[in-house]
């Protein structure tokens, strides 16, 4: 069974920094894309930050030159730095990554539980 667990979240100033962590475990085979996601109340959820195996990155506009994302490929780990926050980043942000459980099994979509970011004004 494959779990992610987050970590890093919490209540920041406007203009102040937070570092996610997200570490999968369990029965992995390999591990190819992961990212991070939020969700604002009211709003869908969508894609923050993501980053390939070989650590090709790609961001959404709202979030470009302020966060950061890099993996641990040793520790099956993912981070996101985000700095510069604004009441806007404010979303509960959840860790994303394809997982193959087996080298015969397709790949598939794990999610960790959200971790809660609130930028304060």
């Known amino acids: 069974q494959v779990q992610l667990v987050e970590s890093g979240g919490g209540l920041v100033q406007a203009g102040g920094s937070l570092r996610l962590s997200c570490a999968a475990s369990?029965?992995?085979?390999?591990?190819?894309?992961m990212g991070w996601y939020r969700q604002a109340p009211g709003k869908q959820r969508e894609l923050v930050a993501q980053?390939?195996?070989?650590?090709?990155?790609d961001f959404a506009d709202s979030v470009k030159g302020r966060f950061t994302i890099s993996r641990d490929n040793a520790r099956n780990t993912v981070y996101l730095q985000m700095n510069s926050l604004k009441p806007e980043d404010t979303a509960v942000y959840y860790c994303?990554?394809?997982?193959?459980?087996?080298?015969?099994?397709?790949?598939?979509?794990?999610w960790g539980q959200g971790t809660q970011v609130t930028v304060s004004s």
């Open positions: 980053i390939t195996p070989a650590k090709t990155t």
């Open positions: 994303n990554a394809n997982i193959r459980v087996t080298m015969v099994n397709r790949p598939d979509d794990y």
């Open positions: 369990g029965s992995i085979f390999s591990i190819g894309t």
